[in-house]
Nanobody, 125 residues
Framework: VQLQAFGGGLVQAGGSLRLSCAASGRTFSSGFMAWFRQTPGKERGFVAA????????YYADSVRGRFTISRDNAKSTVYLQMDSLKPEDTAVYYC???????????????????WGQGTLVTVSS
């Protein structure tokens, strides 16, 4: 499975961006697709996840109400709509897939075995 993330860029605080993550090769019908982010000197942190069976979504407290994760199964693509962006949202954003993850582990980086290359989001104040 290959995951390719794109859509990052420079935006002013209060603005919006939409990230996309396209999956190719093997596709999954269970588990989770997620977005993580990382800033220099810090570990990758959970941002949002979408359960592949059904429509459940999960968010980090810091982005709930501002970010929306969605899927287009026909295109094997996961999106992250980011609104009301803040300077502290500046990070490299990674998409990830965890076909065998369980609910209790969806926020854990180690639960995800497939990763995209990352896309940089910079929010200026």
């Amino acid at each position: 499975v290959q995951l390719q993330a794109f859509g990052g860029g420079l935006v002013q605080a209060g603005g919006s961006l939409r990230l996309s993550c396209a999956a190719s090769g093997r596709t999954f019908s269970s588990g989770f697709m997620a977005w993580f982010r990382q800033t220099p000197g810090k570990e990758r942190g959970f941002v949002a996840a979408s359960r592949l069976r059904g429509s459940n979504t999960y968010y980090a407290d810091s982005v709930r109400g501002r970010f929306t994760i969605s899927r287009d199964n026909a295109k094997s693509t996961v999106y992250l709509q980011m609104d009301s962006l803040k300077p502290e949202d500046t990070a490299v954003y990674y998409c990830a897939a965890a076909p065998n993850a369980i609910l209790s582990s969806l926020r854990l980086e180690r639960a995800y075995g497939y990763w995209g290359q990352g896309t940089l989001v910079t929010v200026s104040s």
